[in-house]
Nanobody, 115 residues
Framework: QVQLVESGGGLVQPGGSLRLSCAASRSILSIPWMGWYRQAPGKQRELVATITNGGITYSADSMKGQVSISRDNAKNTVYLQMNNLKPEDTAGYYC?????????WGKGTLVTVSS
């Protein structure tokens, strides 16, 4: 099992940046795959970016160039750096870990992009 706690969300102006953090309750080296998803009001949850424990990353086409995912193994934390934020990026952002065929989710952190 793993518990995930997201942080770093908040209110940001259009064009601004945020770095979200996902802290895991166990060594992330033992977790083959972790990712960030987001869900805007009235919309389905969508994939933002993923990273493997080998460091291979993937970003959704819609967000390429705007986000980057990284990890700090010593801190058991995965980060999502988001730049040039737009109002349409307003959403709850959720961390996911896949471990032995089971998906674990954090409770999310809210990002609001508004002037």
């Amino acid at each position: 099992q793993v518990q995930l706690v997201e942080s770093g969300g908040g209110l940001v102006q259009p064009g601004g940046s945020l770095r979200l953090s996902c802290a895991a309750s166990r060594s992330i080296l033992s977790i083959p795959w972790m990712g960030w998803y987001r869900q805007a009001p009235g919309k389905q949850r969508e994939l933002v970016a993923t990273i493997t424990n080998g460091g291979i990353t993937y970003s959704a086409d819609s967000m390429k160039g705007q986000v980057s995912i990284s990890r700090d193994n010593a801190k058991n934390t995965v980060y999502l750096q988001m730049n040039n934020l737009k109002p349409e990026d307003t959403a709850g952002y959720y961390c996911q870990a896949q471990l032995i065929g089971v998906d674990y989710w954090g409770k999310g952190t809210l990002v609001t992009v508004s002037s």
